[in-house]
């Protein structure tokens, strides 16, 4: 069974958000589109794990670790260990600030996670503590415990910003380069920022897209991502270019279904008036069956928020 929308999209990605805490600061986190106050409960080891298993038992067979910071969490290897267990889970994976990888990569892929995401905005120490007022080196720390430990393909998430690090993306494709990891340059989203602060802010990619295309060797369209590109530069070095999700195509192609923190469907990133909670009815002991129902009600709940079908 495969949990298909009104306009056809089938939902195989789910992104699960373990925590909204986090020991950084950063101002253009948009904490998966969960309004700011509503983490104040959190789901158990066991209810991530269950509302997981039901969903890969409903044909999504993707799922990523969000927050907030997930590495937060106490548990998390115990999470990851438990999910990696379910059968039909293709992929594993999570986003993090990276700060705590350094001590926790090993564990996190000896428990089954597969891969990991990691925000880095900055090279330059003075910039990054001025973003999120944290230690570059931690991060970096955590950059190459994850390589070492095999988490593969490691992911750096550069989000650029107007007039503050653009400037580096040269300087963050050689580092990638010498990483061994993948570089994935993204545009600020106008998600639980204020608009002041995304006019200011926001920074194309289409410029850095077209230089991109003159150095590649070749590009690849992502059609299981949205059709991102993917440019492969000298030595099989790969950048993925992320737009926007006001790209009507990012929304036309989207197959992601969103767990938040305090336990409620989201179906779309953009909109926070159409959430089915299923912390609440797990917590009154319903079965998986009416779970199902939830998630078959949220997907129906999926509309392209740019463009209609």
């Known amino acids: 069974m495969v949990l298909v ?45 269950r509302l997981v298993r039901v969903a890969v038992e409903l044909g999504i067979n993707r799922v990523k ?49 597969k891969r990991v995401n990691v925000n880095l905005p900055s090279l330059d120490k003075k910039t990054f503590r001025e973003l999120n007022g944290g230690d570059l080196n931690d991060v970096l720390s955590g950059v190459g415990a994850a390589v070492k430990a ?21 300087n963050m494709m050689d580092f990638a380069r010498k990483s061994g990891v993948i570089l994935q340059l993204l545009e600020l989203e106008p998600v639980n920022v204020q608009d002041p602060y995304y006019r200011q802010y ?17 590009v690849k369209v992502r059609g299981d991502m949205q059709s991102r590109r993917v440019y492969t530069l000298t030595n099989g070095f790969r950048v993925e270019v992320v737009h926007p999700i006001e790209n009507s195509e990012f929304c036309a192609r989207c197959t992601r279904l969103r767990v938040t923190s305090d336990g409620y469907l989201k179906p779309c990133l953009m909109v926070t008036d159409n959430l089915i909670d ?14 199902k129902e939830l998630f078959v009600a949220a997907a129906k709940r999926r509309r392209p928020y740019y463009k209609q079908c």
């Open 150 to 170: 095999g988490l593969y393909p490691v992911k750096l998430n550069m989000l650029l910003l107007r007039s503050v690090n653009e400037h580096e993306i040269a």
């Open 5 to 49: 929308d009104g306009c056809g999209r089938p939902t195989l990605n789910l992104r699960v958000s373990l925590t909204q805490r986090c020991n950084l600061r950063c101002p253009y986190c948009h904490r998966e589109g969960q309004t700011l106050g509503s983490g104040l409960r959190e789901m158990t080891v066991k209810e991530v794990v």
């Open 65 to 113: 670790l969000t927050g907030g910071e997930p590495l937060l969490r106490n548990d998390i290897v115990e999470i990851v260990s438990g999910l990696a267990k379910i059968k039909g889970l293709r992929d594993l994976s999570m986003t993090t600030n990276g700060t705590r990888l350094s001590v926790l990569a090993e564990r996190l892929r000896e428990a089954g996670l």
């Open 202 to 218: 926001h920074y194309t990619l289409d410029s850095v897209e077209a230089e991109l295309k003159k150095q590649a060797s070749d």
């Open 278 to 291: 299923v912390l609440t009815p797990m917590r009154k002991d319903v079965s998986d069956d009416e779970l």
